[in-house]
């Protein structure tokens, strides 16, 4: 979909759908009310019949409207005004999306970016806009024989900003608001993917076409040189399948040479069956995500070199298959990692941070200014922050700050957990240096205390994406969480350093 920021009067707009919004109780905003007046009281009639009362998400959609040069108006309700907020912000753009893409107009010009959102600019609100846009009319159909087909799909948004000296911040918000966008449509075809097709082979193949396309660097370790490495514990994980692993290595330098870089890990589990400690029938087909720590790597990547983002940036990404085989690792047996330090496999379902922990030791020869992985790591998590927050764990609280502050205004939000000391008792083995699980409490802190065994050496954050990475039930699928985050903090970083 195509953007363009504009501004002027709605009833003046020549288009195929105006967007303008209604408050709840019945109270039309500013260019709804030059709708009406162009339209000698069409719309406040409407709103006095009771068709549109305002409330959140509603639409009405009008056609020929008398006074204005557009096709169609379309009214969107928007709840209660003191309330408008981010949330309802998105929720009521979400809303108009879905009903263009559906009805007949390629192209509209939406006037929401034009409302007030608490403690938020101009730029948030076109941004925001545009991520919940390409969201709305996101569709994942290459495995269909026959694809659905949208009549007449929506090519073309033009928003509408308050001012003429708007249109700058405006048009540099679109811009971001698209990169993220196409970061985040891209790990949502790689998440939905079936891991069938998306092996770490074909996600090796994805990275070199990604890094040619956007002209940054890609290297891809193979066994042989894993084995070099001593990375014991990723290629015990990658033991029991048939899929050869791939230690995917991205660069992309947007700064200075001098500038240390950020490290990105994103977990490539292709598929966990769990291993030898099997996992139970009921809904493993989810496991095919758990490869969406290393797709939203890749999405923060596309968004940053689209950018063309000042900063210096590496990803890694440990890919395999966590399968059962004779040949597989099984519970008790004993690792060596990369850093030395041995592990007792007490579960081999918990192989996320077996294969992070690898290429944590690996990230040290970057010496980087800020390590983070980012992982579908534990259902405890999910237990605890449910689909609406990340877990963020950080050796460095200024870190975990800027995260949590990236995650805010991308209104993709992540909530700090401890690592006290408390904590990593749970992970005190008999046989080896430490085990690789702890007891159930508190599952998805002893993994975090785990992981932070192998970041001591620079500033580490680790985020458990695992309840936001995909959507289950009727509109499963992969989510693109958390590009926004990410990006936003990689932004930040660029501004911080200039
Ligand atoms: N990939 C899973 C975590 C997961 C499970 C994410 C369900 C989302 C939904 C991870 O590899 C795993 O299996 N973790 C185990 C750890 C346990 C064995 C200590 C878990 O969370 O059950
Ligand atoms: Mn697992
Ligand atoms: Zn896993």
């Known amino acids: 979909m195509e953007f363009t920021i504009k501004s002027g009067s709605p009833e003046k707009q020549r288009s195929a759908c105006v967007v303008v919004g209604v408050f709840d109780n019945r109270k039309p905003t500013l260019s709804a009310e030059l709708i009406d007046r162009a339209s000698g009281g069409y719309i406040s009639e409407i709103i006095r019949r009771g068709d549109m009362e305002g409330k959140l998400g509603s639409t009405l959609l009008l056609h020929n409207v008398r006074g204005t040069l557009a096709d169609r108006v379309l009214l969107v309700g928007l709840g209660k005004e003191r309330d408008f907020r981010e949330r309802e912000f998105r929720s009521a753009v979400r809303s108009a999306v879905r009903l263009l893409n559906e009805t007949g107009s ?110 940054f660097q890609c290297e891809v370790l193979e066994r042989p040189q894993l084995e070099e490495l001593k990375m014991g514990s990723l290629l015990s994980v990658t033991s029991g399948s048939e899929q050869p692993p791939k230690f995917i290595i991205l660069e992309y330098n947007g700064a200075a040479k001098k500038q240390k870089p950020v490290v990105l890990i994103g977990k490539g589990i292709t598929f966990d069956s769990g291993g030898i400690s099997l996992k139970p029938g009921l809904d493993m087909d989810h496991m095919k995500f758990d490869m969406c720590g290393a797709a939203s790597v890749f999405g923060a990547f596309k968004a940053v070199a689209e950018l063309k983002a000042k900063v210096n940036l590496v990803g890694l990404i440990p890919a395999c298959e966590n399968m059962p085989s004779g040949r597989a690792v099984k519970p008790g047996d004993i690792i060596k990692s990369m850093s030395g330090q041995t592990i007792e496999v007490l579960n081999t379902d918990a192989e996320g941070r077996l294969i992070l922990c690898d290429a944590m030791t690996y990230a040290e020869r970057y010496e980087p200014s800020a390590v983070v992985d980012v992982a579908t790591l534990t259902g405890a998590m999910v237990v605890a922050l449910g689909h609406v927050a990340c877990g963020v764990f950080s050796n460095s609280d200024s870190l975990a700050r800027a995260l949590l502050n990236a995650g805010e205004e991308s209104f993709d939000r992540g909530w700090q957990m401890p690592l006290w000391d408390e904590y990593h008792e749970a992970l005190d083995s008999n046989f080896a240096d430490f085990a690789n699980i702890g007891t159930r409490a508190g599952g998805g802190i002893s993994a975090a205390c785990f992981l932070s065994k192998f970041g001591k050496k620079y500033d580490w954050a680790h985020l458990d994406i695992a309840g936001v990475a995909w959507k289950e039930g009727k509109e499963k699928g992969a989510t693109g969480r958390p590009i926004p985050l990410l990006t936003t903090w990689l932004l930040s970083q660029e501004s911080a350093a200039a």
């Open 106 to 215: 390629y192209e509209a010009v939406v006037y929401l970016t034009e409302e007030k959102v608490k403690r938020r600019e101009v730029a948030w609100r076109v941004e925001h806009a545009v991520v919940v846009a390409m969201e709305a009319v996101y569709r994942f159909d290459q495995m269909k024989s026959q694809p659905a087909e949208v009549r007449r799909p929506l090519r073309k948004l033009t928003l509408s900003v308050p001012q003429r000296s708007d249109l700058t911040s405006g048009e540099a918000a679109a811009a971001r608001g698209l990169a993220i966008a196409h970061g985040m449509d891209l790990a949502r075809d790689l998440g939905n993917l079936p891991s069938n097709i998306c092996t770490p082979a074909h996600l090796a193949e994805h990275a070199k076409a990604l890094a040619q396309e956007l002209g």
